[in-house]
T-cell receptor
Framework: TQLLEQSPQFLSIQEGENLTVYCNSS?????LQWYRQEPGEGPVLLVT?????EVKKLKRLTFQFGDARKDSSLHITAAQPGDTGLYLC????????????FGKGTKLSVIP | EAGVVQSPRYKIIEKKQPVAFWCNPI?????LYWYRQNLGQGPELLIR????????DSQLPKDRFSAERLKGVDSTLKIQPAELGDSAVYLC???????????????FGPGTRLTVL
């Protein structure tokens, strides 16, 4: 079973600060996804990264897939209270399973 | 376009009682997933359907859990009897067509929060 480790588990920052959260594994993945989940809601897909070394930007969010496709990071610039939520990474081994394995998530609180 | 609909949103039952959750996926989505999310954890897949066929149920505790997707649209997940450890959020998700060979975007419903007393 693939294990995705996310860090930090909790993060509380002031509005306007920058932050980076990480998703690491010892396994190689064909693709990796980042989701944000707000209280009482299901996860919502933010981005999918497929190629090693790939960088994708979504407004103030920058996602990077490691060269070896074993790790990923999410960087948020000038965090806003609306960024508050649980950030989950999920990976597909690509071994024909079409099954996503989720990490435990990073719970982010952005204080106004 | 309506998203994935789940009901009920909340359910409180006593242990040993049965409970059922209902999911209506996005129209036209062939693949349907049931996940369980324990407090402080990420979602864990319970079962995946391709149309009406359960193609991956390896993580479903079959002694007390059952699921069905009649006619390949709506789905029901049942627990009988419920145990204290079943308290969790049960999420349903759907995607267009995983058979295309790629991990297709999964759209999640809001979940049903189950509390077993």
């Amino acid at each position: 079973t693939q294990l995705l480790e996310q860090s930090p588990q909790f993060l509380s920052i002031q509005e306007g600060e920058n932050l980076t959260v990480y998703c690491n594994s010892s396994s190689v993945f064909s693709s990796l996804q980042w989701y944000r989940q707000e209280p009482g809601e299901g996860p919502v897909l933010l981005v999918t990264v497929v190629t090693g070394g790939e960088v994708k930007k979504l407004k103030r969010l920058t996602f990077q897939f490691g060269d070896a496709r074993k790790d990923s990071s999410l960087h948020i610039t000038a965090a806003q209270p609306g960024d508050t939520g649980l950030y989950l990474c999920a990976a597909d081994s690509g071994a024909g399973s079409y099954q996503l394995t989720f990490g435990k998530g990073t719970k982010l609180s952005v204080i106004p | 376009e309506a998203g994935v609909v789940q009901s009920p949103r909340y359910k409180i039952i006593e242990k040993k009682q049965p409970v059922a959750f209902w999911c209506n996926p996005i129209s036209g989505h062939n693949t349907l997933y049931w996940y369980r999310q324990n407090l402080g954890q990420g979602p864990e897949l319970l079962i995946r359907y391709e149309n009406e066929e359960a193609v991956d149920d390896s993580q479903l505790p079959k002694d007390r859990f059952s699921a069905e997707r009649l006619k390949g649209v709506d789905s029901t997940l049942k627990i009988q009897p419920a145990e204290l450890g079943d308290s969790a959020v049960y999420l349903c998700a759907s995607s267009l067509d995983v058979a295309s060979g790629l991990t297709d975007t999964q759209y999640f419903g809001p979940g049903t929060r189950l509390t077993v007393l």
